[in-house]
Antibody, heavy 123, light 107 residues
């Protein structure tokens, strides 16, 4: 069964770059026609979709974050990563990674998700 | 961006109750609507995709309906393990967006 696990620093200073990695186990990240996605949830707030990447490297980003965001994939390590630059306190959140499944009708859904990792932006 | 509005934001219910959560989109999302269950400290779990299709392994007491702008998640008989926060999500157009969540608490 496919499992995802986020990893990275739990504390990032303002104006620096937040970097997280999602490690996929139980299946090859290259197998199947899947996107891989990042989602975040600030404390007390709802879920925000950050962006997605296909194993070819093709990406789609949330326009609200696009200017600061890079999502990449490293198939040899079965990982994909998130880099968010020029962070502020507003970027403090639990960050989740997830596999995106798409059916023939164009529906997309997230399954499974990682457990999430808290990133705090503070000096 | 398509705005997703859930109601209620929270509810208190007893074991065995029938619970209904609604999700309204600011424009039509066709049937591109998913529901997730989230418990504190855990990974969110997919319950229903494409508005009404029950994900594998999800109990049949969960059901989804709707099309276009109005959707419903129903729990036919609330169980102790169902106390959680529920989110709807549209994947009709990017950026994909979620509702603000509905917290189901014990009465």
């Amino acid at each position: 069964q496919v499992q995802l696990q986020e990893s990275g620093p739990g504390l990032v200073k303002p104006s620096q770059t937040l970097s997280l990695t999602c490690t996929v186990s139980g299946a090859s990240i290259s197998s199947g026609s899947y996107y891989w996605s990042w989602i975040r949830q600030p404390a007390g707030k709802g879920l925000e979709w950050i962006g997605r990447i296909y194993t070819s490297g093709s990406t789609n980003y949330n326009p609200s974050l696009k200017s600061r965001l890079t999502i990449s994939v490293e198939t040899s390590k079965n990982q994909f990563s998130l880099k968010l630059s020029s962070v502020t306190a507003a970027d403090t959140a639990v960050y989740y990674c997830a596999r995106v499944i798409r059916n023939d009708y164009g529906n997309n859904w997230f399954d499974p998700w990682g457990q999430g990792t808290l990133v705090t932006v503070s000096s | 961006d398509i705005q997703m509005t859930q109601s209620p934001s929270s509810l208190s219910a007893s074991v065995g109750d029938r619970v209904t959560i609604t999700c309204r989109a600011s424009q039509s999302v066709s049937g591109y609507l998913n529901w997730y269950q989230h418990k504190p400290g855990k990974a969110p779990k997919l319950l229903i995709y494409a508005a009404y299709i029950l994900h594998s392994g999800v109990p049949s007491r969960f059901s989804g309906s709707g099309f276009g702008t109005d959707f419903t998640l129903t729990i036919s008989s609330l169980q102790p393990e169902d106390f959680a926060t529920y989110y709807c999500q549209q994947t009709y157009s990017t950026p994909w967006t979620f509702g603000q969540g509905t917290k189901v608490e014990i009465k």
